[in-house]
T-cell receptor, first 117, second 111 residues
Framework: EAGVAQSPRYKIIEKRQSVAFWCNPI?????LYWYQQILGQGPKLLIQFQNNGVVDDSQLPKDRFSAERLKGVDSTLKIQPAKLEDSAVYLCASSSKKQGNIGDTQYFGPGTRLTVL | SQQGEEDPQALSIQEGENATMNCSYKTSINNLQWYRQNSGRGLVHLIL?????REKHSGRLRVTLDTSKKSSSLLITASRAADTASYFC???????????FGSGTRLQVQP
């Protein structure tokens, strides 16, 4: 089975520019997550989708970050405008239980490394 | 926010030795999971232990959980150079669904 796909793998932008990341979860996985991992730290959840609905976006900086999951499959995460502190790896993950049951294993993509200059 | 701390932050051992990493957390949890992350790669799920379990094994991995102390440990036996990676514990808090990660332990296994 194909894993979680993400693109691009690397992105370099200047501050105040916009950027978008794309994620294609494992086929049939109802739950999709976006995490931000700053160098030297563990990943931090930004947003969780169940099908195409948002379950948890409490840690998403909504003044500059947005995410959508049209049709409950692919997802995009956008930053507009970017700040220096947004430099990080953005990880997408998906899990299989349709109800997003507690404890289901998450499968991670390779991530997008963003550098903001 | 980070859930807790892993200890040690970095660990260097020789091939064949055992590696032990500890994780502490702060909240009531449903389960605790351990993940591995190779340099520049995504995270790989290693093992999940539920709050009503005390110990779990998977191959060369042994995980313990002490909910009274809010702590867990990951033991890798007979380490190999390929085990070199960062290891993260992550909790699923009671009433939530997403993972809350710790800060990780960077393990270096010298051949």
């Amino acid at each position: 089975e194909a894993g979680v796909a993400q693109s691009p793998r690397y992105k370099i932008i200047e501050k105040r520019q916009s950027v978008a990341f794309w994620c294609n979860p494992i086929s049939g996985h109802a739950t999709l997550y976006w995490y931000q991992q700053i160098l030297g730290q563990g990943p931090k959840l930004l947003i969780q989708f169940q099908n195409n609905g948002v379950v948890d976006d409490s840690q998403l900086p909504k003044d500059r970050f947005s995410a959508e999951r049209l049709k409950g499959v692919d997802s995009t995460l956008k930053i507009q405008p970017a700040k220096l502190e947004d430099s990080a790896v953005y990880l997408c993950a998906s899990s299989s239980k349709k109800q997003g049951n507690i404890g289901d294993t998450q499968y991670f993509g390779p991530g997008t490394r963003l550098t903001v200059l | 926010s980070q859930q807790g701390e892993e200890d040690p932050q970095a660990l260097s051992i020789q091939e064949g030795e055992n590696a032990t990493m500890n994780c502490s957390y702060k909240t009531s949890i449903n389960n605790l999971q351990w993940y591995r992350q190779n340099s520049g790669r995504g995270l790989v799920h290693l093992i999940l232990i539920r709050s009503n379990e005390r110990e779990k094994h998977s191959g060369r991995l042994r995980v313990t959980l002490d909910t009274s102390k809010k702590s867990s440990s990951l033991l890798i036996t007979a380490s190999r150079a390929a085990d070199t990676a960062s290891y993260f514990c992550a909790t699923v808090d009671t009433g939530r669904r997403a993972l809350t990660f710790g800060s990780g332990t960077r393990l270096q296994v010298q051949p």
